[in-house]
């Protein structure tokens, strides 16, 4: 995403499920560096929402570098159903007004998944991280109405 110090940005979990698998559980951890954001909300995306899955959320220390906060996410599919792909939740964070500007704020993923079997099995996964755009100048929406 992209913003400027001061307002939100939005960040999407998304999941691609490869033909094989039927995943019950996501547990993600999220990296990002206290002084430039802080974490606000998660809202379900559609997937989660067709399942009536479960999102939680918490914010842990980074016992490897006190610089930053882990923001741990919880898929849980409490209906038996794999976690279909798509936008899963959207997390809304805030750009602290002391951010420099014109800078990426680079966030790390790590993420685990078990599957739907009983008992629920370690699912490979693969990752990707996120960055979000530290704009130099708020981003101006206008709208031209000529009349002829």
């Known amino acids: 995403d992209q913003s ?11 999941l691609k499920p490869g033909a094989e698998a039927k995943i ?16 606000e909300e998660a809202r379900k995306g559609t997937p989660l929402k067709s399942i009536d899955a479960e999102v939680s959320t918490r914010i842990k220390e980074d016992e490897e570098n006190s610089e ?15 976690i279909p792909g798509g936008n ?17 704020i680079q966030l790390e993923n790590r993420t685990r998944a078990m599957s739907t079997d009983d008992p629920p099995e370690p699912v490979e996964v693969a990752t990707a991280g996120g960055e979000i755009e530290n704009l130099d ?3 101006v929406f206008a709208c031209f109405f000529y009349l002829h």
């Open 24 to 39: 019950g559980k996501i547990i993600t951890e999220i990296v990002f560096a206290t002084n430039l954001l802080s974490f």
């Open 4 to 14: 400027v110090p001061g307002e939100q940005t939005f960040i999407p979990i998304a």
């Open 88 to 104: 899963l939740v959207f997390l809304t964070f805030r750009i602290a007004l002391e951010a420099p500007r014109a800078q990426m």
């Open 68 to 82: 930053n906060s882990i923001l741990e996410v919880i898929i849980t599919s409490h209906t038996g159903e794999a």
């Open 137 to 139: 100048i708020a981003a």
